[in-house]
């Protein structure tokens, strides 16, 4: 445990069976704060035995007996209810912790994302005791029904962009179904997971219900794939490793769901109003410093207001300033690592070659210290679709901006693409706004708005961005498996 002085405690263990453990190796990773390049702590870096211990922990949670099972469902949700009620008033705490170890702004981590995964909690505490099978007649002589039995044991790997409610997605709807969890977390950012396990385990969930292990994803990832007392495979991240990991799944025919990355378009026609796509098209790639998997990394423009739409967008990005992510007024914080950041610059450099325009941004941005991975809200405006920053994900502050002139041309450009998690459309023409979501291949489609979620509104790609959903009803099939009963009367 690492104390920093008028700082929230820093927790770098293992959490596995109810305690703070090293790692059996002994083996740690260091995590820093991308704002400052400090270091924060030595994390504990789990390998095999300790997904194995945090496995076996989690099956007792599961057999006949064990303080889980004999918790009424609605016992089950005043835990959650009251872990929900935790995050929300210690909201400040790991909100910090999210902040330094992620990059994001504390506006974000204390006033968006956590409260946000209180919210999940909240809304599938109530789904506890209320995942039911049905009776089906089917014949006289016969009553048959089915029942809603949880998978088990949850293996759940997060990324680093929501570190907090990402996980929380995740843990919220397995443990409302009645599953055990071990979740990795990214290992750029461990730290808010480790908290919230601490909130957890002081709000009443039994020791070895929910399971925290750091540790290197390939390391870490594989040994929960491969282990037998993991029943399903949860994972958000990126395509190339979603699909590595079905691949190796495929041995144990394990249960997987993914949600994977997009490259999500943004389309905006004539007839809207441009003062608020503008607004939209910021917060749709900005946001998140655009380490947003559905940001709207693509602006697609008809052809007759692009003049138009581009100056007030650019206008717009040329105020976003990147800030220190602890000030309560930063809107733009620091990528979450060197090896990000190289990666969003090398895809500017990849945008100039292609011949797309710079028109905002571009480089990187210094606030003032020297230090700290920022990068300007980039905009590149003739974009082709054939071009690479219009087809890869860049995962950061970087727009491409591509024409279209009319909305079968917009639906095409919109489609033009091995992703599908979200896309939005800008009109005042409620027809054609109904016809181009039907038309969209994707996940969400939002009209004349962007990036907005609920715990109830389910979330999940198309295509190459996975399967299966977090959020909703629909996230409860994840975590339950039917049962059909046959009983010969
Ligand atoms: P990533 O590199 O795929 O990592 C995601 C998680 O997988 C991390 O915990 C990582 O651990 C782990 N991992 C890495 N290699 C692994 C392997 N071989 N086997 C098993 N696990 C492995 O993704 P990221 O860079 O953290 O996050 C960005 C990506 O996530 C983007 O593509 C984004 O679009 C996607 N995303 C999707 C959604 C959605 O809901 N669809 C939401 C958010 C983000 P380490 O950190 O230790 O490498």
Redesign the pocket.
Known sequence: MTTISAEPTILSKLFINGDFVDARSGETFATSNPATEEKIADVASAGAEDVDLAARAARAQLEPGSEWQKMKPRDRAKVMWKLADMLSSRAAEIGRIETLDNGKPIFESQFVDTPAAAECLYYFAGWSGKVTGETIPIQEGAFTYTLREPVGVVGA??????PLM?AVWKIAPALACGNTVVI?????TSLSLLKFAEYARECGLPAGVLNVIP????V???AMVDHPGIDAIA????????R??MERAAKTLKKVTL????KSPNVVFADADLEAAARGALNAIFYGKGEV?AAGSRLLVEDSVHDELMAKVIDRAGKMVAGDPLHPKTRLGAIVSREQMDNVMKYIEVGKAEGAKVVAGGERADIGTGKGYFVKPTIFDDVDTSMRIARE?I?GPVLATIRFKDADDAVAKANATVYG?AAAVWTRDISKAHRVVRAIKAGTVWVNSYNLYDPALP???FKE??FGR?QGRDALEKYTQTKSVWVSL
Do not use: H, M, Q, Y
């Open positions: 790997i997060t990324p680093w962009n929501f990402l990795k977390p990214a290992s750029n540790g290197r994803g390939s870490v990832g594989n994972f958000t991240g990126s395509t190339a490793v979603g590595g990991l949600e994977l990355g997009g998997c994900e995962f998690l979330f999940g790609g961005s996975g977090d």
